[in-house]
């Protein structure tokens, strides 16, 4: 409630601020805009921000931290009666004096009399924390307001350059924007090697990477923690490896083919029909894809080759007709051809910008040879544009890599170290997805090796993307 | 317009081609004595969309010399030049009519393939533009496609000569296998026109060929010009009067889409008869 308040009384304080600000500059100016070095607004909004803004910012950060420091402090001194409690107990016990001080909800837990003293003495102890920490950043606030106000509204007169301060206030804004998500990002990957750090002190990075056999639902067991050889990922990789290659099949030239009809041969008409709907395949979500993989693709391709299996029965190839016989719905095939369709539109819409920014010149030369438009986009356009288009498919790659719903629909969930396409085979993004979901402990290797894999495969698509982007760039720089 | 209906029926036979050893002379005063004629186009109308560019342009362009249209920014030279190897077909809204007769065939006619045509009829372009493959590789991409070589030695023959004709073979011999985009503009406009001669032309068209190269650049494609001048037919067009005075030996004069004047180079830069051309050489306008 108090906090509110003080938000409140703070954008009073801060449009008052502008208010005077902007006022003072105009009289300076003797009320002519014209005469003054900035727009009035500017001074008014320079004189806000200052006041504004530091103060919003110390609420800010006692909120989120506010809690934190009171828990530090409260759990400093502990009295005689907590040493029985376990450590878990203890949190529990301190959580629910915090609680009991701001009034919120407490916990199941039943506390003895004796305990319940102890809790109430806690629950006082915090709430004096608590209001000494909001007066403490009231009182601050009010310092900051102050500051900023003094340390501005002087100054204004109507040379006083407030447009480029606050110019200087927006540069801020949007580098701390920027600053953002990369500390994110940092915030991400460091979770991700901590945890993975976990991971790797109870199964060995070589056997991880280099095993064949992964079976973490044996793992889980404390007798083979570790030691199951459950851990090894290879058949993952080997499966996430079959279903990219085979979406890459279909996306690599399909895609780029329609690039090059959309670019080079296409009439404005047909560009203009075709560009569209291949941007809205873009945009189907991939779980449509998933069960359109799963539900329509997966029954086709098996009861495919479940006849065309009939015919090699009781002929010279039996063996393979009986295989046939008894192919699945559920195989690497439907999977990668799938999540290929699905990056068609992806891998196209990059190559036809690639090959658009092939220089017209070159063209226009190697027509003028008397070469046709399929040698001229054979032996000029594409070995021009190659290297941007390598860059595409990297980044179609890393994205196949990625792609997870798909293949937890239709790939399957057995990890076989296989190439045959006809199996089924599980990816590093399904098993992440098994790993973790339905109620799990976080601190078993079972649910660690998610983040194992996790970063596995964000190394992987890491290094792709980096590379991807280098080729694209430099192809970039060629004609610019 | 001066050549007469005789000379031009004496050059539409094919096998008349290169006949004679005395062209210079022949082609130094065109107006009277009548070289053969390798182009000849009547009526030459282009529109881009709604918008006419070129209006009944007539011109007849003389075998084995040297032919430059000159005139301001946005008059239609480099647009008729286009028109000649059919480079307009690669725009869409570009329409071209009239008759543009090369030995007497019209190249706009449905029995003639624009891709053959253009073999017959080699382009510079204004900005040296080689392909981004070896020198080797730029020389020879026309004698590949075209078949014009049987075996590896016949086609290192071929980019020989015609890096040997362009006045390159001494500068890159050495480096055949480099890429052609590393040489200097100069070199590389060079390149591009030793590119144009592999595949034995009879006519290379040159829009612009020096402005984007130095004055030294320039004056070593304007000397290859000169000696190409013996085994082509060539028309170049250039914003540099001096340029057409110092390689043509024929001159057209372009404005807002027409032809105003063409004549022996000499006649046009001393005599002009059109007021047009008398202020467009003289710098009034331009």
């Known amino acids: 409630m108090l906090t509110w308040i003080a938000i409140l009384v703070l954008a009073a304080l801060s449009g008052l601020a ?77 959580q629910d004096a915090q609680a009991l001080a701001e009034g919120r909800q407490l916990s199941e837990a039943v506390y003895e009399p004796n305990m319940k003293v102890a809790l109430d003495a806690k629950a006082s102890e915090a709430k004096g924390y608590v209001n000494a920490f909001k007066q403490g950043t009231f009182a601050l606030m009010g310092v900051l307001v102050l500051a900023g106000f003094l340390a501005t509204f002087p100054r204004l007169n109507k040379d006083f350059r407030a447009r480029n301060r606050v110019e200087g206030w927006v540069d801020g804004l949007l ?74 099949c279909v996306a690599g030239p399909v895609g780029l083919f329609s690039a090059i009809y959309l670019s080079e041969y296409a009439g404005p008409k047909a560009r203009a029909v075709f560009k569209p709907l291949l941007e809205i395949l873009a945009g189907v979500p991939t779980v449509v894809y998933g069960f359109f993989a799963a539900l329509t693709v997966g029954p086709i391709f098996r009861q495919g080759f479940n006849s065309l299996g009939g015919l090699f029965l009781g002929g010279p190839l039996n063996e393979l007709g009986l295989y046939l016989g008894q192919v699945q719905n559920q195989m690497a095939l439907v999977a990668g051809v799938v999540m290929g369709i699905m990056l068609i539109p992806f891998v196209s819409s990059l190559s036809d910008d690639i090959i658009n920014s092939v220089p017209q010149a070159l063209r226009d030369g190697s027509y003028a040879m008397g070469a046709t438009k399929s040698e001229t986009v054979k032996k000029v356009v594409l070995p021009a544009a190659l290297p941007g288009i390598a860059g595409a498919f990297l980044l179609a790659i890393s994205r196949a890599i990625g792609e997870t719903m798909i293949v937890t629909m239709a790939a399957g969930l057995q990890a076989k170290l296989t190439l045959n396409p006809l199996e089924t085979v599980t990816t590093v993004t399904v098993q992440i997805v098994t790993l973790l979901t339905g109620d799990q402990e976080f601190d078993s290797p079972k649910t660690l090796a998610a983040f194992g894999l996790g970063l596995t495969l964000f190394a992987v698509t890491l290094v792709l993307n980096i590379v991807a982007l280098r080729i694209v760039q430099k192809y970039r720089e060629q004609y610019d | 317009m001066t050549p007469n209906g005789s000379s031009f029926s004496r050059s539409v036979m094919p096998m008349n081609r290169d006949d004679s050893a005395s062209h210079e002379a022949a082609t130094a005063s065109a107006a009277t004595s009548g070289p053969s004629v390798k182009i000849r186009a009547r009526d030459i109308n282009v529109f881009y969309g709604e918008k006419q560019a070129l209006f009944d342009v007539a011109i007849d362009i003389p075998e084995k010399s040297v032919t430059s249209f000159i005139g301001p920014s946005g008059c239609g030279k480099s647009t008729f030049l286009r028109c000649m190897n059919r480079m307009n077909d690669t725009i869409p809204i570009c329409r ?117 190269l130095d004055p030294i650049a320039t004056a070593k494609i304007e000397e290859l010009i000169d000696e190409l001048r013996e085994q082509f037919c060539i028309v170049i067009v250039t914003h540099s009067m001096a340029q057409a005075a110092r390689v043509s030996q024929r001159t057209a004069f372009f404005h807002m889409g027409r032809l105003v004047e063409s004549g022996a180079t000499d006649e046009i830069f001393t005599n002009p008869r059109d007021s047009r051309t008398q202020d467009y050489i003289t710098g009034r306008f331009g």
């Not at chain 1, 919003?56 to 909120?63: E, K, R, Y």
């Not at chain 1, 998500?181 to 991400?188: K, P, R, S, W």
């Not at chain 2, 009519?97 to 382009?123: F, H, K, Q, W, Y």
């Not at chain 2, 020198?135 to 078949?147: K, L």
């Open chain 1, 175 to 248: 580098m701390a924007c920027s600053i953002v998500a990369v500390v994110t990002t940092l915030g991400i990957i460091l979770s991700l090697v901590w945890e993975s750090l976990r991971f790797f002190s109870s199964v060995s990075p070589a056997e991880f990477l280099l095993g064949t056999h992964w079976s973490p639902q044996i793992g889980m067991r404390d007798d083979q923690v570790g030691s199951s050889g459950g851990f090894g990922a290879l058949p993952l990789f080997a499966g996430t490896f079959l279903v990219m290659m085979i979406a890459m």
């Open chain 1, 18 to 94: 502008f208010l005077m600000g902007r006022r003072k500059a105009l009289a300076s100016a003797g009320g002519s805009p014209a005469k003054m070095h900035s727009l009035p607004g500017y001074y008014g909004t320079y004189v806000a921000l200052w006041v504004g803004v530091p103060a919003a910012l110390l609420l800010f950060v006692s909120i989120m931290f506010g809690g934190r420091l009171e828990h530090a402090l409260l759990t400093a001194n502990q009295p005689p009666i907590l040493h029985q409690l376990s450590a878990e107990q203890k949190e529990l016990f301190f």
């Open chain 2, 96 to 212: 071209v009519t009239g008759a543009i007769e090369m030995d007497g065939e019209d190249v706009n006619d449905r029995s003639i393939d624009p891709v053959v045509l253009r073999a017959r009829v080699g382009m510079v372009f204004q900005k040296p533009n080689p392909f981004p493959k070896s020198i080797y590789e730029n020389v020879a991409y026309g004698p590949r496609i075209h078949g014009l070589a049987t075996g590896k030695d016949e086609l290192d023959a071929i980019v020989e000569s015609s890096l040997r004709r362009a006045g390159l073979w001494d500068e890159v011999s050495d480096r055949l296998l480099q890429p052609g985009t590393g040489l200097s503009g100069g070199q590389q406009q060079r390149l591009v026109i030793a590119r144009a001669i592999a595949v034995g032309p009879e006519v290379i068209l040159m829009d612009e060929p020096c402005s984007a």
